[in-house]
């Protein structure tokens, strides 16, 4: 069991630093918290040159950097270049999506922006897990959503505090009595919307003359509380944004915000007084602000981010890590206690069913070449086993006839009509997916699946001393956000149930040697590895001699 993940953060914002001091900071307050709660984190810059040359140098830097310090997983913050490098680095990947690398807003050409955006999303397919900052953002991925969870970034609630407004503003210099408006520029006002806020500002000086618009640029991170004690609402204009920081920020420390219906802002604003969330549209601002600003107070805004405390998201990501690394951190479950709810083994169906578990089989072989071939392959995959005789195709649904596990186990030597009966598939996910040539388990793979297919002999051991005839447990998944809860063994004991009614007299399975947690839930379940041996694939064989059923 790891003790302490050992972290590679990836990110290009610590040269910037020198120029944009809150450059990043969001990425920095989350490696503090992550440090905090016990993750050894390390951290590597790409820098912020697109030149091609600077990229393949800095990648190849990167890829030393990681067989020496060896981590654990590698987390990109951000998609675009980062988070694609990121995924050739042979160690598993978490990706966070923060804003422009999945949404049009920032201020860069249309080739630059769709370049980005095409980087992003062949990220995704070979990223092992996804965090988007709002689920606005989540949405605008391409593909692999159902693999994205949505995790804010986090508050430090005891730095964005409330405090009373003529304290800081005297700190600040500014004049004590006139209502003040803040609006966060940072280095991109036309993404931020700085034109409508000055033309919103003039609505505003009309109703409520000496109002002033204050702009916040380059402010030293840890001084922004004081802007947010001093002002008497911040604007938030932009065109795009994941989850903006600004915004629950200053919620925590009780300033009204007005916002445009940009990231996670609906939900953060929710029910919080006075405050809006109103149209792009220079007319709706003005308005809103003038509203916030003859009720001159201060908000209910902190109770609506204290679920958004760095400590809390903090234990969020890792709670991810946990999962990507599919092992705990400190022996407790990655999604809590087991909860006694009734669950049911069915029979996979197609339809909406094929669907869920195809969903669940590419969550639970991310990143490996299982899943690379795509959801259609999936559910062709699953399909096959549905439709086969004498092969098992089970799922576990929950309560709410949610699918939340399923298993899938033929009899022993079942891959060669898999093989044929798939070829075309494979062929046609081939064309679709190209990149999946250059990964080098495809080649492994492939190369054994023809040998199979034209009857050559395998280049896998023979499993010669089992008691005949035996079945293959082919896969087997549990959805990411159940594991843990005994859901994996229930569905052990009615695969081992369909075994013996097919009158099965030994089961055997191949993992991948280093995937530890599956390994410890075989042994759990009754399985011993079969001879200790690991293939040239990385997997090594699990057996198990199944005793005649004592009935009911
Ligand atoms: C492997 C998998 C099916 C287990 O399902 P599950 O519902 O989480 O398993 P259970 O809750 O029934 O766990 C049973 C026991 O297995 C062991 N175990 C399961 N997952 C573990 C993990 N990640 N780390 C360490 N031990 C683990 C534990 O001993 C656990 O008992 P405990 O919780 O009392 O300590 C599930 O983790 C999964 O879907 N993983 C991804 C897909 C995968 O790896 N499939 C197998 C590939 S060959």
């Known amino acids: 069991m790891q003790i302490k993940p050992h972290v590679l953060v990836v990110s290009n914002h610590w040269g910037a630093k020198a120029l944009t001091p809150s450059a990043g900071i969001f990425v920095d307050r989350q490696i503090a918290a992550l440090e905090k709660a016990g993750v050894r984190v390390t951290t590597f810059d790409i820098g912020t040159s697109h030149s091609p040359i600077h990229i393949v140098t800095r990648w190849l830097e990167l890829r030393r950097h990681v067989q020496r310090l060896n981590p654990d997983l590698v987390h990109a913050q951000y998609g ?101 408006v803040i609006f966060n520029v940072r280095n991109d006002p036309k993404n931020k919307g700085l034109d409508l806020a000055t033309a919103a500002m003039q609505i505003v000086q009309s109703r409520i003359p000496g109002t002033e618009l204050r702009l916040i640029e380059n402010v030293e991170p840890n001084r922004m509380p004081l802007y947010y004690r001093a002002a008497d609402v911040l604007l938030c204009a932009s065109l795009s944004e994941g989850s903006p920081n600004v915004v629950k920020e200053a919620l925590a420390c009780d300033l009204p915000v007005v916002s445009t219906p940009v990231g996670d802002v609906h939900e953060r604003l929710a029910g919080v007084q006075p405050s809006a969330v109103v149209a792009r549209d220079t007319k709706a601002i003005g308005e809103a602000l003038v509203k916030v600003l003859l009720e001159r107070k201060r908000c209910n805004g902190r109770a609506n981010v204290a679920s958004l405390s760095s400590e809390n998201i903090a234990q969020r990501v890792l709670g991810v890590y946990r999962t990507t690394l599919h092992d705990t951190v400190d022996g407790n479950s990655v999604v809590g206690k087991p909860r006694a709810e009734e669950l049911t083994v069915v029979t996979i169906a197609e339809g909406g069913m094929l669907q869920e578990v195809a969903g ?98 395998q280049n896998v051991r023979q499993v010669l001393d089992l008691p005949e005839p035996s079945m293959s447990l082919v896969a087997i998944g549990v959805a990411a956000y159940r594991r843990r809860s005994m859901i994996g063994q229930r569905l052990m004991r009615a ?39 690991v293939s040239k694939g990385g997997t090594i064989l699990y057996s198990k001699v199944l005793q005649p059923s004592l009935g009911p």
Not at 158 to 171: T, V
Not at 523 to 533: A, M
């Open 495 to 533: 695969f081992e149930d369909g075994a013996r009614e097919f009158r099965m007299r030994s089961l055997i399975l191949s993992v991948y040697e280093n995937a530890k947690g599956s390994r410890r839930f075989y042994e759990k379940c009754g399985w011993q590895p079969y001879d200790g041996q």
């Open 360 to 457: 669940l089989h590419l969550e639970a072989f991310a990143g490996y070449l299982n899943a690379l071939l795509g959801r259609g392959y999936a559910k062709a995959f699953i399909k096959w086993f549905i439709k086969k005789e004498g092969t098992i195709a089970i799922a576990v649904i929950d309560g709410q006839q949610k699918v939340v596990g399923y298993a899938l186990g033929a009899p022993v030597g079942y891959n060669r009509d898999l093989n044929r009966d798939l070829l075309w598939e494979v062929i046609v996910r081939i064309i679709i997916r190209p990149w999946v040539l250059f990964d080098k388990r495809f080649w492994f793979v492939f190369k054994a699946r023809m040998r199979n297919l034209v009857g050559l002999p």
């Open 80 to 180: 675009t270049i980062i988070g694609f490098v990121s995924t050739f680095l042979s160690k598993p990947t978490v990706i966070s999506y923060c804003g422009n690398d999945l949404r049009a807003g920032a201020s860069v050409s249309k080739v630059r922006m769709y370049l980005g955006f095409f980087l992003s999303n062949m990220a995704a397919l070979r990223a092992r897990a996804m965090i988007c900052k709002s689920a606005q953002l989540r949405q605008a991925l391409w593909w692999c959503r159902h693999r994205a969870v949505v995790i804010p970034s986090g508050v430090d609630l005891d730095l964005f505090s409330p405090g009373p407004r003529k304290i800081a503003r005297k700190e600040l210099g500014w004049e004590l009595e006139h209502p003040i």
